[in-house]
């Protein structure tokens, strides 16, 4: 399978909103191994298509100590959320080297599709919860770093660009 370049912060792109998928194909089946392939390499816990450029409702998840034992969720949607919240400190592959704390639900359900078309609901707390929460902020077209203060949020743009520029050369 191939490895995706990921899009980083503060990519425009990462701001797009993702389509519905149509139909659970071979060529959404290709997709999600290419992000399986992608997020393991980046060693992340979690990808949305978003982050690849490819503006598609599907995320690929694996929070396994494996590494072994991938999700994939299409067209997702939480179906309830815990009354209850937490800080967790977050990362993402879109913003690499950059962590810092997001008020998430404690538990969530989703409902999603397989890579059969199967509809199913996951029930998720503690790191998957995060995760998911994480991932369908990215198709819906935030990063986690806008939960952060506008102060926060430009230094970590400085940075990230800096590095780019730092790259190019």
């Known amino acids: 399978m191939a490895l995706l370049p990921i899009l980083c912060y503060p990519d425009p792109r990462l701001h ?5 998928v149509a ?3 071979d060529r959404i089946r290709t997709l999600v191994a290419d992000m399986l392939d992608t997020m393991y390499d980046a060693k992340g816990i979690g990808l949305a298509a978003t982050q690849i450029d490819v503006h598609e409702r599907v995320i690929v998840i694996d929070v396994s100590e494996e ?3 991938p999700i994939v969720l299409i067209n997702p949607e939480l ?3 815990s009354p209850g919240t937490h800080l967790n400190e977050e990362g993402c592959l879109s913003v690499p080297g950059i962590y810092d704390g997001v008020e998430r639900f404690d538990a969530v359900h989703v409902r999603a599709m397989d890579l059969a078309g199967q509809v ?3 029930e ?3 790191l998957l919860a995060v995760c998911i929460q994480h991932e369908m902020d990215h ?3 935030k990063v986690f770093v806008e939960y952060l203060s506008p102060l926060k949020r430009n230094r970590i743009k400085t940075k990230l660009r800096k590095a780019q520029r730092e790259d190019a050369r």
């Not at 797009?16 to 519905?20: D, G, I, M, R, S």
Request: aromatic share 4%; no cysteine.
């Open 120 to 122: 199913r609901t996951i």
């Open 16 to 20: 797009t909103v993702a389509k519905p």
């Open 67 to 69: 590494r072994d034992d």
């Open 23 to 25: 139909a659970v194909d």
């Open 79 to 81: 179906v309830w959320t």
């Open 139 to 141: 198709l819906m077209g």
């Open 124 to 126: 998720a707390e503690e």
